[in-house]
């Protein structure tokens, strides 16, 4: 460091730092921290130590980012919900990006307050994860959601949006990470706002909410995020498999190709959220749902419910029953998920987020993984009763057991492999019967 030691930008430095306090406050007082971030711009704000069980399962990863994080701060910025509610969707995404990035500002309007006084501050992001170097594997720094609820600032619905007291769902979330403890943390509101009055249940075109609270990941991001990561590496494959411009365009339509240029010009396009449109929690919402439930459900969900558009489901999903079933009105196209897990961890870890309780109707059985080669690993998976669970380890008396060769594994679930011939190769062994392995397959279509 000696040959910078006469370099100009070191000399202001050292002369800026003989003028500072010598020692910042212990912890930030927690009232002139809210006061810095209403004014930033924030809506409602609140403070997670490090330490918080509620967050333990993140707590690695925010700190591999952040290492010398002690508080999170979680705020929200309200949005213009007659934009959200509306069926015209280029509103709707309208809204939702420019609120993203509103967020994304008055977090760094925060951080720079925060600089100013000596505390370190770290910004993940409001809007859309930007990890892509992990896809299809976790791809956000920090989850908004629970720190949000841990935080006080509301609760999940069924719908998995965290609603908050005041301002409903209609929000966006954002935090800050930063190297200072606060003198008063928030904790959780002793009530969830959500009614449970179904009606996101009743505006969702692919079925992804069950009254019974079930939620269905997969049938949520293979239509909702159609233009984003998997949906489009499924379009660009298409395009790639596709013999000619005429061969295209009997797969893909012109208003799809335009809608996947304008989501690549603008910032990709939500095709539904319709569970955020049909929610009437808040005390700022909740009035016209209470005054006339009827008006409200003309007003609001039949629009969506009415709605001409293209609905994309993974074929033999229970996306695509429900969508045929519920919506004759919608056109159903089918497509792939585009989920294609890069090892073992990444398979086993997908299986929740995949799995199709309807498809598993009147399958009881326990699966045996053993994975050799590249990656080693042994699992249990068991279907039951629509209901799934996976487990480390070889687990009870298996119905069927299946030793793979890892790399022989990812590829066949890419369709690289054909499993037939890594059958014969005995690179796939199974023990039971190959029913059983098809039904197994038909609980998570991609």
């Known amino acids: 460091m000696a040959k910078f030691d006469h370099h100009p930008t070191v000399q202001w430095w050292r002369e800026q730092a003989e003028r500072r306090p010598p020692n910042r406050p212990a912890r930030l007082n927690s009232e002139a921290l809210r006061s810095l971030c209403i004014e930033a711009g924030a809506d409602d704000v ?6 918080r069980a509620a967050i333990a399962d993140q707590r690695a990863e925010i700190l591999r980012a952040f290492p010398p994080v002690q508080t999170l701060i979680s705020f929200v910025c309200r949005m213009n919900r007659d934009n959200v509610r509306t069926p015209v969707r ?3 995404n309208l809204e939702f990006h420019a609120n993203y990035d509103h967020a994304n500002e008055v977090a760094r309007r925060i951080a720079s307050g925060l600089d100013q006084s000596g505390v370190r501050a770290m910004v993940p992001g409001a809007s859309f994860p930007m990890e892509m170097d992990q896809f299809p594997g976790k791809v956000w720094v920090v989850s908004h959601k629970p720190v949000a609820v841990a935080a006080g600032l509301g609760h999940m619905g069924i719908h998995r949006l965290v609603i908050h007291p005041k301002f409903g769902n209609f929000i966006s979330l954002g935090t800050i990470l930063i190297d200072a403890e606060v003198t008063d943390y928030t904790h959780p509101i002793d009530y969830n706002p959500c009614l449970e009055c179904k009606l996101c249940v009743a505006a969702c075109p692919v079925g992804a909410i069950g009254a019974d609270g079930h939620f269905s990941f997969s049938a949520c991001y293979t239509h909702n995020y159609r233009e984003f990561m998997s949906g489009f590496t499924d379009w660009t494959e298409t395009i790639a498999s596709s013999k000619s411009a005429r061969d295209y365009r009997q797969k893909v ?4 190709s335009a809608s996947m240029w304008q989501s690549l010009a603008f910032k990709s396009n939500y095709k539904a959220a319709y569970c955020m449109a049909a929610c009437p929690a808040g005390e700022d919402v909740i009035a016209p749902f209470l005054s006339d439930r009827k008006a409200f459900v003309n007003d609001v969900i039949k629009p969506l ?9 993974v074929p033999g999903s229970d996306a695509e029953t429900y969508a045929q079933r519920r919506f004759p009105n919608k056109t159903v196209k089918r497509v792939s998920s585009g989920i294609r897990p890069k090892s073992i961890q990444g398979f086993l870890f997908g299986l929740p987020i995949l799995f199709q309780r309807q498809q598993s109707e009147g399958l009881n059985a326990v699966y045996h993984f053993t994975f050799t080669g590249a990656e080693s690993r042994q699992a249990t998976v068991t279907i039951q009763n629509k209901t799934l669970k996976v487990e480390d380890g070889h687990l009870g008396k298996a ?5 793979a060769d890892s790399q022989t594994w990812l590829g066949f679930l890419a369709k690289d492999q054909n499993i037939v011939w890594a059958i014969v190769r005995r690179k796939i062994r199974v023990r039971g019967s190959l029913k059983l392995l098809q039904a197994f397959g038909r609980c998570f279509p991609a």
Not at 253 to 256: C, G, K, L, M, Q
Not at 305 to 313: G, P, S, W
Request: hydrophobic share 45%.
């Open 399 to 403: 119905h069927l057991a299946v030793t």
């Open 46 to 51: 609140g403070f997670v130590e490090i330490g």
């Open 253 to 256: 339509s012109d208003a799809e």
């Open 305 to 313: 419910q009415d709605r001409a558009e293209t609905i994309y489901v």
């Open 90 to 92: 280029s509103a709707a």
